[in-house]
């Protein structure tokens, strides 16, 4: 969160992030209770307002299939953004492990109001970019150092 | 007819060194089954197998490796070294 607005809306004016704000619908989820499947068509962003969100893929453990902990999201901080990426389907699965409050905000709401708006527009998609890139480095950082595992194992 | 008897001869000489090196068969003994081999026993480990942790802890150990590495990974990403790429980590999962 940034000066109280979600990363997403970094860089808006106060009634640019209030008017986005505006566009969301507010959902309370329940302990344990499932955002979105994996392969689930996106057709929304969930901006965080409370509680948080695990993000799993599903991994083959002992012969049967466990979701695993990929990352957790907190307030201020967006999920969902395939909803802005074709194909427009979920990579992942959220759930909220405690009562969590998100701000859904449809992918064609979003983009009628950007349509309108361009300059808002641009400032999201830019702070969508960072948010896409930083992810695309870190698990970049993460697979190389599984790889050196990898490689000192089987050289070892 | 001296061919006929030299051939006749070979072929009988053939079969009868063919009798005398073929292996003895040995019947099957019923009792005796074929042992695995046992691990030897080493000077301070027991060979004795690991039993395998619950998978609850499994999925634990993996969670705590992935939010370690995660952390690892965003310090390489605020001060990027090939020594901060590669620092070791303190999971119990791969250690």
């Not at chain 1, 083959?60 to 990426?85: C, D, F, I, K």
């Not at chain 1, 998100?102 to 948010?131: C, I, K, Q, W, Y």
Request: charge should be neutral; charged fraction near 20%; hydrophobic fraction near 45%.
């Amino acid at each position: 969160m940034t000066n109280g607005h979600p990363d997403l809306l970094k860089g808006l004016r106060a009634e640019q992030a209030r008017d986005v704000l505006a566009l969301g619908k507010r959902l309370v989820l329940s302990s344990g209770a499932e955002l979105f499947p994996l392969g689930a068509p996106a057709d929304a962003l969930y901006v965080i307002l409370r509680g948080r969100i695990r993000l799993t893929l599903p991994m083959q453990v002992r012969g049967g299939e466990e979701q695993v902990l990929v990352e957790e999201r907190s307030p201020g901080q967006a999920v969902g953004w395939s909803a802005l990426t074709p194909p427009y389907r979920f990579t992942l699965t959220a759930t909220a492990p405690l009562e969590t409050e998100v701000l859904a905000l449809s992918r064609e709401t979003l983009r009628a109001h950007f349509d309108a708006h361009p300059d808002a527009g641009l400032v999201v998609a830019m702070n969508l970019a960072a948010v896409i890139g930083e992810r695309l480095q870190l698990f970049q950082t993460m697979w190389l150092r599984e790889m050196q595992r990898t490689v000192e194992l089987r050289c070892a | 007819m001296a061919v006929c008897i030299s051939v006749l001869g070979l072929a009988v000489a053939a079969m009868a060194f063919g009798a005398a090196t073929r292996p003895e068969r040995v019947a099957a003994q019923p009792g005796v089954q074929p042992q695995p081999a046992q691990a030897k026993a080493r000077f301070f480990v027991e060979p004795t197998a690991r039993p395998p942790i619950p998978i609850e802890a499994l999925l634990a150990q993996i969670e705590n490796h992935v939010r370690l590495e995660q952390a690892a990974a965003e310090s390489f990403m605020e001060y990027p070294t090939p020594a901060l790429l590669h620092s070791k980590t303190t999971s119990t999962f791969v250690n």
